[in-house]
């Protein structure tokens, strides 16, 4: 029992710790629908939610990053900017785009968390080499992401952009601005999109070595539907309207009704 009771206070002072080294960075904005979040070489999981607030909130779980003793005096030197955070992050402002650039190395995962004003464009860019998977939900602007690995929105409702090389992608709308066309595209990876019923949109469906799947009726458009090659279709849903190009080179895609 006395073990147990030692191993318990262990467990209670670990967890602790954890939550006390948690910190966080804010970044005012104005919540514009001008305004522009960029992310540059992130690692690890980065979750993203968006929210109705005017500030960029990080916080950051990762290992201290107080230099050693014997660095006293001295400044971290790092490729990619300068660490003006206290977190491993450089961040710059111009005008209305505020950029963000992780400085720890890819071999260390960053344990990065954002709240972001729902109104920002995000804009997410990391290599290969970084193992990130990202997840964002509720945001009601622009969505950019060219990254090797996973992708997952949900609540959304801007017009996407996404690349990834070898990771599934997973996208449910709420709603959709029409404004401008969406592109989503993945090499080595599954598509899985939820649009909702009534989404008028002229759909580019593309995959080499994959299938198409939908609840859709595309039957009842088939003399709207024209067959490029292979699994290559355009077709048009609810009448037609703003461009949507869906395409993976060795997975499925799946495009499903919302509400």
Do not use: W
């Not at 968006?50 to 201290?64: H, K, L, M, W």
């Not at 070898?166 to 899985?192: F, L, R």
């Amino acid at each position: 029992m006395k073990k147990m009771k030692i191993s318990l206070i262990a467990l209670l002072m670990f967890l602790t710790a954890g939550i006390l080294s948690a910190q966080e960075y804010k970044i005012p904005t104005t919540n514009s629908k001008d305004g522009k979040l960029i992310l540059k070489d992130f690692s690890g999981s980065l979750p993203i939610e968006g929210y109705n607030g005017t500030d960029i909130i990080i916080a950051s779980t990762s290992e201290d990053l107080t230099p050693p003793a014997k660095a006293k005096g001295l400044k971290p030197v790092f490729p990619a900017g300068t660490d003006n955070t206290g977190i491993g992050l450089d961040v710059e402002k111009t005008d209305n785009t505020i950029t963000v650039t992780c400085l720890l190395p890819f071999t260390r995962d960053g344990e990065y968390k954002l709240r972001v004003p729902e109104n920002l464009s995000v804009e997410i860019t990391s290599g290969c080499e970084r193992n990130t998977d990202i997840s964002i939900q509720n945001l009601k602007n622009e969505i950019d992401i060219k990254t090797c690995h996973d992708i997952k929105l949900a609540n959304v409702t801007g017009p996407l952009v996404l690349s990834t090389i070898s990771g599934n992608i997973d996208v449910t709308y709420s709603s959709i601005n029409t404004a401008k066309s969406s592109s989503v595209n993945s090499i080595s990876g599954e598509i899985d999109i939820t649009l909702p019923v009534k989404t008028a949109t002229d759909l580019e469906l593309r995959t080499v070595s994959g299938a198409v799947y939908s609840d859709f009726d595309f039957s009842d458009t088939r003399k709207n539907m024209k067959k490029i090659g292979g699994n290559d279709m355009n077709y048009s849903l609810n009448g037609g309207g703003f461009k949507f190009n869906i395409g993976t080179v060795s997975g499925n895609i799946y495009l499903r009704k919302g509400n």
